[in-house]
């Protein structure tokens, strides 16, 4: 499985410990940034084009990380096709993509520690949607909203 991943400052020493669970795990890791821990860096320059990775089918499952997983989580729902969600359970992690297909799971570097952030995600990475025609549906009034957010 192809997983993006990305970080502002906030989420920067937390992305480099998933990283290498996630390559020890034999997971194909792709890095959209910030490649250096920069304190002044902004979230959006990383999580957007991991967000677009991810709608395009370049990565599989992404994983968003900034101080609180707050930022990193609306600016990846701006982009049509991401199902994003900032995430501290193991209950959520797995429950998020059964019943919502989420494909970006978040995290606040600054709130998270390392060992929970870890099951969670492989809990997130191990899950499969239901294709339940009742969480279907849900999912599809949300790409109508998607594709016509005014009417
Ligand atoms: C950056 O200091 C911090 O505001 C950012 O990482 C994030 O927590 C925003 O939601």
Do not use: W
């Amino acid at each position: 499985m192809i997983i993006g991943i990305a970080s502002d400052h906030g989420g920067f020493e937390l992305k480099k410990i998933l990283k290498e669970k996630l390559s020890s795990q034999e997971f194909n890791v792709i890095d959209y940034g910030n490649s250096v821990n920069e304190p002044g860096d902004d979230y959006p320059d990383y999580v957007i084009p991991l967000a677009r990775a991810v709608a395009s089918g370049e990565a599989e499952r992404g994983i968003a990380i900034c101080g609180s997983g707050v930022g990193a989580s609306i600016a990846a729902n701006k982009i049509p096709g991401i199902r994003a969600a900032l995430v501290h359970d193991h209950f959520t992690a797995h429950q998020g993509v059964e019943d919502d297909n989420m494909n970006i799971i978040c995290f606040g570097g600054r709130t998270i520690g390392e060992e929970t952030a870890t099951e969670i995600l492989f809990a997130f990475l191990k899950a499969r949607f239901s294709n339940l025609e009742r969480h279907d549906r849900r999912l599809k009034k949300l790409e109508m909203l998607e594709n016509n957010p005014f009417a």
